[in-house]
């Protein structure tokens, strides 16, 4: 999962942000989720603050934040509860 802060009065663009990781990260480097927040939270010496944000997962019922899974060739979608249920299931492979 990538967590990302948007400048202001900016929108996130899956596609653009899909053809941006394809062309510089290979497959096993590009993250299958994305996390749009207000701002990155990071401790006093300036690190991002990674333990909190793998404690809650990628449960669209659970973040608030907006949140885009990587589906395969189409780019990011927004992430819906379907989607990680059938993740949590074993339907769906990350």
């Given amino acids: 999962m990538a ?3 948007l400048k202001e009065n900016m929108d996130f663009d899956g596609k653009a942000f899909y053809q941006h990781v394809k062309n510089y990260l290979p497959s096993y480097a590009r993250p299958r989720f994305v996390r749009i927040q207000d701002a990155l939270v990071v401790t006093s010496t300036f690190k991002q603050m990674k333990a909190k944000l793998a404690e809650e997962g990628f449960n669209p019922a659970l973040i608030k ?23 949590e299931q074993g339907r769906l492979r990350l």
């Fill in 3 to 5: 967590a990302l802060k």
């Fill in 65 to 87: 934040d907006p949140l885009f899974y990587l589906e395969d060739n189409k780019g990011y979608i927004p992430m819906t509860q379907e989607i990680f249920n059938c993740i």
